[in-house]
């Protein structure tokens, strides 16, 4: 089993910055590429970010300067750091890994539970 937990959301001004956190945890051989969604009121889930075990990094256009996808390999953790927020970004973020439990498994798409994240002054 395993099993992703998030945090770091919250409310926030304009122009203000938040980090968000995803932990990794269980039966875990291998954590291929993490990444971070995020799904606003009436729309659907979007990508925003993703990290390859490597450490290559993609960010959507949207977030490109003001958000940074990062990874702690020895911790099981991957980060978004979020800057200079706009209301825009108000929306649930998901964290998302995929995962190989054992050394004979298929990667396996793991999601956490979702975190708000509020932009409003």
């Known amino acids: 089993q395993v099993q992703l937990v998030e945090s770091g959301g919250g409310l926030v001004q304009p122009g203000g910055s938040l980090r968000l956190s995803c932990v990794v945890s269980?039966?875990?051989?291998?954590?291929?590429?993490m990444d971070w969604y995020r799904q606003a009121p009436g729309k659907e889930r979007e990508l925003v970010a993703s990290i390859s075990s490597g450490g290559t990094t993609w960010h959507a256009n949207s977030v490109k300067g003001r958000f940074t996808i990062s990874r702690d390999n020895g911790k099981n953790t991957v980060y978004l750091q979020m800057d200079n927020l706009k209301p825009e970004d108000t929306a649930v973020y998901y964290c998302?890994?995929?995962?190989?439990?054992?050394?004979?498994?298929?990667?396996?798409?793991?999601w956490g539970q979702g975190t708000q994240v509020t932009v409003s002054s």
């Open positions: 269980g039966s875990i051989f291998e954590i291929n590429a």
């Open positions: 998302n890994a995929r995962v190989r439990p054992t050394w004979f498994s298929a990667p396996v798409d793991y």
